[in-house]
């Protein structure tokens, strides 16, 4: 008896203990479900709620999509997130700022809340003078011009990133000119009622750094002779972040690389050169592209591609694709090899069957060469030379028989679209301090070559071609980007009085996306009694593009483009140049910006288009 009076006493216990449990979890369920409905603010002015909204972490249920919640309300979590709009405030130089306990009001109804934080933002403090103290290398350049160069000026805020880029500038500075374990200690002083901060940076250079050891790691498939080829650096080198950074990406550029992270290992042996270990994660050989894209000029775009990475072990890369549109069709092969005889340099052979021929009037495709048709076959053997940092030669053969077929015969083509066998030598010189190759946004490029064409090398026409481009990108203010693009170009043939004899597939066009926008692909420039564009000697185009930021990924720009075509060779009438002008819009991406252009031609006339619609892939220029 007392054993089942012991069992229904502890039966009572448990059962006391579940409904305990039970309602401890139903006010807990409660909690979880509590949603942050709303977030507002009270008194900030420099700031909006989005960009405050975003540092928080209780995220309130957001405009679109319409069915998504809020985040969970939670006392300690709104209590961090008051910490965190004081540090945003405090990091854009804010330094007396104060963000008062959040007001809660709590809909039980709804089992909601909505969240009202007041801020004190309080004047900015400003930077009232910048020093640099310690070591200063000999060097670097003068302390003025250093100066002038750091994020950090006297007179502006005090924001933690541009105190951590000034930091890193200087830290920069010293490594590039060989003291790689250098060292910058900042020291600040504020003066909270003046809102004033004096702030001195101190360098602790240390001594000049050699480099020692260089081994690598990582890699598998691929020769350690192949990587090797492609360094910048030798043991006894003054050590060089910048070349440091151009091998990286010299060994990157095989192709063969997911990755490329170079490391010092010895760091803290101050009198020691710094050995590196440069870590290379390999990619696989072997890779197959499928792509698909649209354009206003072409249509449709399409593209497949087998590559065979490491052909030989050597980095050599082996690429055959297809790619096609409304009014172009192309098979190509093309092997690499990243070296060729000697370092720094590189030799590429391509075999193309190129097809450009208007498949179909859809979607507002209109055909480039309206007289022709053109089915080339060609063979290009490059070789290329880095002669020194951004400065790139190129020499190489550019054999191609080209089959001109359904030739307009009321066209006045004459002698410019009968078949013709070209055999042609060109060299190139390319001088390039551009930042990036999909999106540039400092730097600039200079590019000339020429291309000739004899028949004493089984040619059928004589001709020297010459063209010169320059492009510069500059950052303005407040992220904004000023670009500018010029080319002039021009045909010389010889042991000839007749120009009409360089063919149509060598000659000079313009308008279109790549030129100047607002303008039919091609219709820029001299015409036939058909309207018809046929092309000419002598080439200028221009372009200035200002490019800003709209929010996150979305650019805006606005541009102004010009050009034209002459018939003679060393033809360039300024008087003559026609323009267009307009907005346009792009999103970044990590294959190149997404391109929206309007372009509206000033002065138009009877046969042309007012303004011209594009969509492409990539900056214009």
Not at 1 to 18: H, N, V
Not at 19 to 28: F, G, K, N, Y
Not at 191 to 205: C, G, P, R, T, V
Not at 455 to 483: C, Q
Request: aromatic share 10%; net charge negative.
């Amino acid at each position: 008896m007392r054993r089942f009076g012991f069992i229904l006493l502890m039966l009572l216990i448990l059962a006391g203990c579940a409904a305990r449990q039970s309602e401890v979890q139903d006010e807990d369920q409660a909690l979880v479900l509590r949603e942050v409905r709303k977030v507002r603010f009270q008194g900030n002015n420099q700031f909006s709620a989005g960009a405050l909204r975003k540092a928080m972490a209780s995220k309130q249920r957001p405009f679109f999509p319409p069915w998504k919640r809020g985040e969970t309300y939670n006392r300690s979590t709104l209590e961090a997130d008051r910490k965190r709009l004081q540090k945003y405030y405090f990091d854009r130089g804010f330094l007396n700022t104060q963000v008062s306990d959040p007001k809660v009001e709590e809909n039980e109804e709804k089992n909601t809340v909505e969240i009202t934080i007041t801020i004190e933002e309080g004047p900015p403090t400003l930077v009232k003078t910048v020093r640099i103290v310690g070591h200063v290398p000999p060097e670097l350049p003068p302390e003025d011009q250093i100066m002038s160069g750091l994020a950090l000026q006297a007179g502006g805020r005090i924001t933690k990133a541009n105190f951590d880029r000034s930091q890193a500038q200087l830290t920069v500075m010293m490594q590039d000119v060989g003291y790689a374990r250098a060292r910058v200690v900042p020291r600040t002083e504020v003066d909270f009622d003046a809102h004033e901060a004096a702030i001195a940076f101190e360098l602790q250079s240390g001594e000049l750094t050699p480099f020692g050891d260089i081994t690598i790691t990582g890699q598998d498939l691929i020769k350690e002779r192949a990587i090797r080829r492609q360094l910048r650096i030798e043991p006894g080198d003054i050590y060089s972040a910048d070349q440091l950074t151009r091998t990286s990406d010299a060994i990157y550029g095989i192709g063969m690389f997911r990755s490329v992270t170079p490391l010092g290992t010895n760091l803290e042996a101050e009198d020691e050169p710094l050995d590196i270990d440069i870590k290379v994660q390999e990619r696989k050989p072997r890779t197959i592209e499928l792509q698909a894209g649209f354009s206003t000029v072409e249509g449709p775009r399409f593209r497949a591609a087998w590559t065979h990475r490491n052909f030989f072990r050597g980095g050599e890369q082996l690429t055959l694709e297809g790619r096609g549109s409304f009014i172009s069709q192309e098979a190509r092969a093309t092997l690499s090899f990243p070296y060729f005889l000697a370092q720094r340099t590189s030799f590429t052979q391509t075999l193309s069957a190129l097809n450009d021929h208007l498949l179909a009037e859809a979607l507002g495709v209109i055909d480039p060469q309206p007289d022709f048709d053109l089915f080339s076959i060609t063979s290009i053997s490059r070789i290329d030379r880095e002669l020194v940092d951004n400065l790139t030669a190129s020499v190489g053969l550019d054999l191609s028989y080209n089959d001109f077929y359904n030739v307009n015969a009321d066209a006045e083509t004459e002698a410019s679209t009968e078949d013709n066998l070209l055999v042609i030598q060109f060299g190139e010189l390319t001088y390039n301090t551009s930042n990036d190759f999909l999106n540039p946004t400092r730097g600039f490029l200079l590019r000339g070559r020429l291309d000739h064409s004899t028949t004493g090398l089984l040619s059928d026409v004589n001709f020297a071609k010459f063209e010169l481009e320059g492009r510069h990108y500059l950052p303005i203010w407040w992220k904004m980007i000023f670009a500018t693009r010029l080319v002039l170009g021009t045909i010389q043939p010889y042991s000839t009085t007749n120009s009409d004899e360089i063919p149509r597939n060598v000659r000079f066009f313009a308008g279109g996306p790549g030129s100047v926008r607002g303008f039919r692909l091609n219709r820029l420039g001299p015409l036939d009694s058909d309207d018809d564009p046929v092309g000419g000697n002598s080439l200028i185009e221009g372009s200035t593009e200002l490019r800003f930021p709209i929010a996150g990924q979305l650019w805006g720009a606005l541009f102004v483009d010009f050009g034209n075509v002459y018939t003679k060779p060393f033809t360039y009438r300024l008087n003559d140049l026609r323009y267009a002008a307009g907005p346009g819009i792009r999103y970044i991406t990590p294959i190149g910006p997404i391109r929206l252009d309007i372009g509206f031609v000033i002065d138009p006339r009877s046969n042309e288009d007012t303004a011209r619609l594009e969509f492409s892939i990539g900056q214009a220029f």
